[in-house]
Nanobody, 117 residues
Framework: QVQLVESGGGLVQPGGSLRLSCAAS????????MGWYRQAPGKQRELVAA???????TYADSVKGRFTISRDNAKNTVYLQMNSLKPEDTAVYYC???????????WGQGTQVTVSS
């Protein structure tokens, strides 16, 4: 049974930072491309960052230079360090294994990130 458990969200002022974590179980984590998606109110869910098993990373243009994705294969955990946060980063953030840009598994509960003064 696949479980994806996101944590680390919260309320932060513009320009602030947050670090999200996602613990995965029930998958062969070390062979999967892992990604962070987000869904803002009234918008479609979008892939914002992905990392291959070997550590190669890709980012959406909207977060490039501000967000950093990383992974710890020993802990089956993927992280998203978010710096210089903007109000438009406000969304529920989810992790998933990625095939192209499509998610492979059912979604977890996500973690809410709110950027507001």
């Amino acid at each position: 049974q696949v479980q994806l458990v996101e944590s680390g969200g919260g309320l932060v002022q513009p320009g602030g930072s947050l670090r999200l974590s996602c613990a995965a179980s029930g998958i062969i984590f070390r062979i999967r491309v892992m990604g962070w998606y987000r869904q803002a109110p009234g918008k479609q869910r979008e892939l914002v960052a992905a990392i291959t098993p070997g550590g190669t990373t890709t980012y959406a243009d909207s977060v490039k230079g501000r967000f950093t994705i990383s992974r710890d294969n020993a802990k089956n955990t993927v992280y998203l360090q978010m710096n210089s946060l903007k109000p438009e980063d406000t969304a529920v953030y989810y992790c998933n294994a990625v095939d192209g840009t499509s998610p492979l598994y059912s979604w977890g509960q996500g973690t809410q990130v709110t950027v507001s003064s």
